[in-house]
């Protein structure tokens, strides 16, 4: 979708370059997640909501790196 139409030349190169910055984006995606899941699972982190916020926050900001990797795959390739 993002890389146009099939037939044009470049096109296996652009997909190449999206599905790495995709699997790249993973590993902060699931940080984020993980640490989303223990703000809210977690006793300890229910019980003391400045940790909570904290919590939520360093998730917050592995999002924002997950989403700015995927962002960056969608750049024309090199």
Not at 39 to 57: K, M, N, V
């Amino acid at each position: 979708m993002f890389c146009g139409d099939p037939l044009e030349q470049g096109y296996q190169k652009c997909v190449d370059q999206m599905a790495l910055f995709a699997g790249a984006s993973l590993i902060p995606a699931m940080l984020a997640l993980a640490l989303m899941v223990a703000a809210f699972a977690a006793p300890i982190l229910r019980s003391r909501p400045a940790l909570r916020a904290q919590t939520l926050g360093y998730s917050l900001v592995a999002w924002v790196i997950a989403g700015g990797t995927l962002l960056m795959g969608w750049l024309p390739a090199i």
